[in-house]
């Protein structure tokens, strides 16, 4: 059967077979792309500290000096934190900008959470990444911080990266509860996490 609809469905069916066979290396490509990005998840710490200036925000008489290190599932901040009224409780935060112009320090935005959980407490359920347990004044007025958060990493430039955040002391205690802040009031100190080159 040689005839001229026979020659162009044999036409067809070849072009129809070489377009599918032209295919197959974008096919075999794309895989190839997407095994790279299950790497994410697993970033780990790539700066081995940084530091953390805190200056008052809110009209307080709150500073300290923090520094911050890739510890276990996250980092790890220890140093002090000053001009807190004696024996006061105060919750701890890293905040997803590295921003703390403003007087407020609004500009620093909410809570750092790259897993869109809710307020908790760390080591207890879900949690925001920048999640800590709060700091107790001594007598003196003076926190020593000994502060874990978990989930998130130092530099390397992954989505739970807290290296460029900042850091917010609150003027009230985390409760751990309410979303989504913890009802830990205004803002009286930040610093932003910058990594030791």
């Given at each position: 059967?040689?005839?001229?609809?026979?020659?162009v469905?044999?036409?067809?069916?070849?072009?129809?077979?070489?377009?599918?066979?032209?295919?197959?290396?974008?096919?075999?490509?794309?895989?190839?792309?997407?095994?790279?990005?299950?790497?994410?998840?697993?970033?780990?710490?790539?700066?081995?500290?940084?530091?953390?200036?805190?200056?008052?925000?809110?009209?307080?008489?709150?500073?300290?000096?923090?520094?911050?290190?890739?510890?276990?599932?996250?980092?790890?901040?220890?140093?002090?934190?000053?001009?807190?009224?004696?024996?006061?409780?105060?919750?701890?935060?890293?905040h997803?900008?590295?921003?703390?112009?403003?007087?407020?320090?609004?500009?620093?935005?909410?809570?750092?959470?790259?897993?869109?959980?809710?307020?908790?407490?760390?080591?207890?359920?879900?949690?925001?990444?920048?999640?800590?347990d709060?700091?107790?004044?001594?007598?003196?007025?003076?926190?020593?911080?000994?502060?874990?958060?978990?989930?998130v990493?130092?530099?390397?430039?992954?989505?739970?990266?807290?290296?460029?955040?900042?850091?917010?002391?609150?003027?009230?205690?985390?409760?751990?509860?309410?979303?989504?802040?913890?009802?830990?009031?205004?803002?009286?100190?930040?610093?932003?996490?910058?990594?030791?080159?």
């Amino acid at each position: 059967m040689n005839t001229p609809l026979a020659r162009v469905l044999l036409a067809a069916s070849v072009l129809a077979l070489s377009a599918c066979g032209s295919s197959s290396p974008t096919k075999s490509t794309a895989p190839a792309a997407s095994a790279s990005t299950p790497a994410a998840p697993a970033a780990r710490s790539t700066a081995k500290s940084a530091t953390v200036n805190l200056a008052s925000a809110s009209g307080s008489l709150v500073s300290g000096k923090l520094t911050v290190v890739p510890m276990g599932n996250g980092v790890h901040l220890t140093g002090e934190v000053g001009g807190l009224s004696p024996g006061s409780t105060h919750a701890i935060h890293i905040h997803e900008k590295g921003d703390c112009s403003a007087a407020d320090a609004s500009s620093a935005g909410g809570h750092f959470n790259p897993g869109a959980q809710p307020h908790g407490k760390v080591g207890s359920g879900a949690h925001h990444g920048g999640d800590m347990d709060n700091l107790v004044a001594n007598t003196e007025g003076v926190a020593k911080v000994n502060a874990h958060a978990e989930g998130v990493t130092l530099g390397g430039g992954a989505a739970n990266d807290v290296a460029g955040k900042a850091v917010i002391v609150h003027a009230a205690a985390d409760d751990y509860r309410t979303q989504p802040t913890g009802n830990a009031g205004g803002r009286v100190a930040c610093g932003v996490i910058t990594v030791q080159r």
